[in-house]
C-alpha cells in the first residue's frame, strides 16, 4: 500500500501550485474572477442539475447604500437589488413588466419603491406597481404583488440574503447568527471572492473530502475527521498537524453547512479564526464564492499580526488551488469510490435533500455520525 508520509504544508509542493504560485497581487485578484476561455460546456461537464433551495448571498451589505440600486446576476437570472430610506434591502427580478427595461441599470430608489428608469413606473420590495405617474389608474393586475417576482430577502452577518426555491416555496429555515461578526474585540471582515467554474453540487463534496488535503493542499498528515449529518446541517471536525515555523502544530478545522449556499468554518491550534464562506450560483456551471474573515483584534493587530495575516493567505492559497481543479472537472454520478474516501455518498444524499421538498422533509429529525481515522500503514 501507498504510504502517505507527513509532509511540510510550508515547504512540499503540489502539482496544482504550479498553475498559481506565479499570480500576485492584483494579477491573483484579477485570476480569481476572470473568464475561463475556452472551457467546456456544461452539457459536455455533465454540470446541468437544478439550483438547490436555500439561502444565498448577492452582496455584502456594506455593499449597499441606502437609496443605491444594484443589478446582479444569479439562479441564471437578472435581478435588481436596491435599499430604501428605511434601509430595507429589496430584490426583484430586474425586467419592467410594462416593456421590459432593466431596472438594475438606471432604476432609482423613490422612499422605499424602485422606479423604472424608462417610464417611471414604480415598485415595492412584493413586486406591485405602487405608481404610474401619466396614467389615471394603475391595472388590477400590475396592483397584485409578484407582478415582477419578487424574493424573500433576509440580512444577517453582514450579507444580503435571499431564498430561492425553484417553485417559490417560502424559506424552510432561519439563517444561523454568528457572534463574532461585528462584534467588539472582532476584525471587520477581510474579503476574498472567486467565480468557479463548475456547479455547486462539486463544491458541496468538497467538505467531506479529507483525502486531497494531503495531495493537494500538502498538510502534514492526513486528517482525522467527526462529521454529523441532522436534517440539513453539517458538522466537521478535521484535525491534522500543521507545518509552522515553529514546527509542527496541533490544529482543528471545524466547518458548520447549514445548506450548499451557507457555512462558517472555524480554525482552531494557531490563532483562532472565523470564516463565512458562502456560494452563489450564477449559472449551472459557474459559482460566486465569497469568503469573509474575521479575528480576535488584539491579535490580529498585536504580535501575532503576522500569523493571522498568514492564516488568511493560506486559506485563501488552498481554495485557488481546488480551483485549478474544479474550473476543468466534470460531475461524476456515479464515482468510483474506496475506503479512504470519506464520507462522499452520505454527503451527496444530503445535498439532494434540498433538490425535492419531500426529500427535505424525510431528512428531518435523521441524525448520522461517520468517523474518519488518520491514515498510518
Not at 92 to 106: N, Q, S
Not at 107 to 127: I, M
Not at 185 to 210: H, M, Q
Amino acid at each position: 500500500m501507498n504510504d502517505p508520509s507527513p509532509v511540510d504544508a510550508r515547504t512540499s509542493p503540489s502539482s496544482v501550485w504550479k498553475l498559481v504560485e506565479h499570480l500576485k497581487g492584483d494579477d491573483l485578484v484579477a485570476w480569481r474572477m476572470a473568464d475561463l476561455p475556452g472551457r467546456r460546456s456544461a452539457e459536455e461537464r455533465n454540470l446541468t442539475e437544478p439550483f438547490p433551495f436555500g439561502w444565498y448571498v448577492v452582496c455584502y451589505s456594506d455593499e449597499l447604500a441606502v437609496g443605491e440600486v444594484k443589478p446582479v446576476r444569479y439562479f441564471s437570472r437578472e435581478l435588481v437589488i436596491w435599499r430604501g430610506e428605511d434601509g430595507q434591502a429589496r430584490v426583484l427580478d430586474a425586467y419592467c413588466r410594462h416593456f421590459g427595461a432593466h431596472m438594475g441599470h438606471g432604476g432609482r430608489v423613490v422612499g422605499n419603491d424602485l422606479e423604472c428608469q424608462f417610464h417611471a413606473w414604480t415598485y415595492d420590495g412584493t413586486g406591485a406597481v405602487t405608481g404610474i405617474p401619466y396614467a389615471k389608474a394603475i391595472p388590477p393586475q400590475a396592483k397584485r404583488a409578484n407582478c415582477v417576482a419578487s424574493w424573500p430577502v433576509c440580512e444577517r452577518n453582514g450579507f444580503v440574503w435571499v431564498w430561492y426555491h425553484p417553485e417559490g416555496a417560502p424559506p424552510k429555515w432561519e439563517l444561523d447568527t454568528y457572534a463574532e461578526v461585528g462584534s467588539p474585540g472582532w476584525t471587520p471582515f477581510a474579503k476574498f471572492e472567486w467565480r468557479v467554474y463548475n456547479s455547486i453540487r462539486n463544491l458541496f463534496d468538497n467538505t467531506v473530502d479529507t483525502a486531497h488535503f494531503l495531495y493537494v493542499h500538502r498538510v502534514a498528515s492526513f486528517p482525522e475527521t467527526e462529521i454529523v449529518i441532522d436534517g440539513h446541517y453539517l458538522t466537521s471536525v478535521a484535525r491534522a498537524k500543521m507545518g509552522t515555523t515553529k514546527g509542527m502544530v496541533d490544529g482543528a478545522i471545524v466547518v458548520r453547512s447549514m445548506a450548499p449556499g451557507q457555512g462558517c468554518t472555524r480554525f482552531e491550534g494557531i490563532l483562532e479564526t472565523l470564516l463565512v464562506n458562502v456560494l452563489t450560483p450564477v449559472e449551472k456551471d459557474e459559482v460566486h464564492a465569497r469568503f469573509a474573515f474575521t479575528q480576535p483584534q488584539a491579535e490580529a493587530d498585536g504580535p501575532m499580526g503576522g500569523l493571522a495575516r498568514a492564516i488568511i493567505r493560506d486559506v485563501c492559497k488552498q481554495f485557488d488551488q481546488d480551483k485549478t481543479i474544479w474550473d476543468r472537472m466534470r460531475h461524476e454520478d456515479q464515482p468510483l469510490i474506496c475506503d479512504g474516501d470519506g464520507p462522499v455518498m452520505a454527503s451527496r444524499t444530503r445535498y439532494d435533500q434540498f433538490l425535492s421538498d419531500e426529500a427535505f422533509e424525510q431528512a428531518k429529525g435523521k441524525k448520522q455520525t461517520i468517523r474518519t481515522k488518520a491514515r498510518s500503514e
